[in-house]
């Protein structure tokens, strides 16, 4: 019988943090929510301006970033590895974060409803099925670095993978605040009540894609090395021999 790889046993313990991670952060914004009476978000208002609740709120979100990059450091052995346990931490917290608000609150009552994603630097809007399909992708592409890098025998997307990852990031936060990049120039009272009444799935849809890239890359790196039996310096950047800083 196999024993359970010490590389598993961090996955599953970043995993379990990330669960417990994304209770906390489905009660918090239940309490808040419940306080200005926006279970809901999508509905007329949707930022109502509170004393002292705005500030908190963006501090907590900054607070909740750190939180998940601190795991993925302490988890991993390179900068790769712990890259990839901060994907992990950070896409199974999105998803068990849906997950626990609709058990605590009944709501979202399907991927289709709109949510307030994010505010930082301006409000993210976007349909639950959105930022839930890049979670998963981040759980996949966290998994298969953290899993299979070593100090000695890197795994990391190449050059292009990569910088077709990025154009897909900032693609996809093109399509979260765009409707919001329109009405920042109108006042704050408009960028407060704005309600997005579309979502741009095509353009999502291309940015998924292009998101996919690098997960590929990794896989066909992970798949020659495994089938050869060592690391290659020939396919670029799949993966590649360097000196572990």
Same mark, same amino acid.
């Given at each position: 019988?196999?024993?359970?790889?010490?590389?598993?046993?961090?996955?599953? $313990? $970043?995993?379990?943090?990330?669960?417990?991670?994304?209770?906390?952060?489905?009660?918090?914004?239940? %309490?808040?929510?419940?306080?200005?009476?926006?279970?809901?978000?999508?509905?007329?208002? +949707?930022?109502?301006?509170?004393?002292?609740?705005?500030?908190?709120? &963006?501090?907590?979100?900054?607070?909740? /970033?750190?939180? &998940?990059?601190?795991?993925?450091?302490?988890?991993?052995?390179?900068?790769?590895?712990?890259?990839?346990?901060?994907?992990?931490?950070?896409?199974?917290?999105?998803?068990?974060? %849906?997950?626990?608000?609709?058990?605590?609150?009944?709501?979202?009552?399907?991927?289709?409803?709109?949510?307030?994603?994010?505010?930082?630097?301006?409000?993210?809007?976007? +349909?639950?099925?959105?930022?839930?399909?890049?979670?998963? /992708?981040?759980?996949?592409?966290?998994?298969?670095?953290?899993?299979?890098?070593?100090?000695?025998?890197?795994?990391?997307?190449?050059?292009?993978?990569?910088?077709?990852?990025?154009?897909?990031?900032?693609?996809?936060? %093109?399509?979260?605040?765009?409707?919001?990049?329109?009405?920042?120039?109108?006042?704050?009272?408009?960028?407060?009540?704005?309600?997005?009444?579309?979502?741009?799935? +095509?353009?999502?849809?291309?940015?998924?894609?292009?998101?996919?890239?690098?997960? $590929?890359?990794?896989?066909?790196? $992970?798949?020659?090395?495994?089938?050869?039996?060592?690391?290659?310096?020939?396919?670029?950047?799949?993966?590649?021999?360097?000196?572990?800083?």
């Amino acid at each position: 019988m196999n024993r359970i790889s010490p590389e598993h046993k961090r996955w599953f $313990v $970043v995993a379990l943090y990330a669960v417990a991670m994304a209770w906390v952060e489905a009660a918090a914004v239940y %309490y808040l929510r419940t306080l200005l009476g926006r279970i809901e978000p999508y509905q007329p208002n +949707p930022l109502p301006i509170a004393t002292g609740l705005s500030e908190a709120e &963006l501090i907590r979100e900054i607070a909740t /970033l750190v939180m &998940l990059l601190t795991v993925g450091w302490l988890a991993g052995a390179t900068w790769r590895s712990r890259a990839g346990y901060s994907l992990i931490a950070f896409g199974i917290w999105d998803i068990f974060y %849906y997950v626990f608000l609709r058990v605590i609150t009944g709501w979202p009552r399907s991927l289709s409803n709109w949510d307030i994603l994010f505010l930082i630097p301006l409000p993210w809007w976007g +349909p639950v099925w959105a930022p839930t399909a890049i979670a998963a /992708l981040m759980i996949v592409f966290g998994t298969l670095v953290s899993q299979s890098d070593e100090a000695n025998r890197p795994v990391w997307p190449g050059r292009f993978a990569c910088g077709f990852g990025l154009s897909g990031v900032a693609l996809s936060l %093109y399509v979260f605040m765009a409707d919001a990049i329109h009405a920042v120039d109108k006042s704050e009272t408009a960028l407060r009540n704005l309600l997005p009444v579309s979502f741009n799935w +095509p353009v999502f849809s291309v940015a998924l894609l292009l998101l996919a890239v690098p997960i $590929v890359d990794v896989c066909r790196g $992970v798949w020659r090395r495994r089938r050869t039996g060592s690391s290659t310096n020939e396919a670029p950047g799949r993966i590649i021999r360097q000196r572990e800083a």
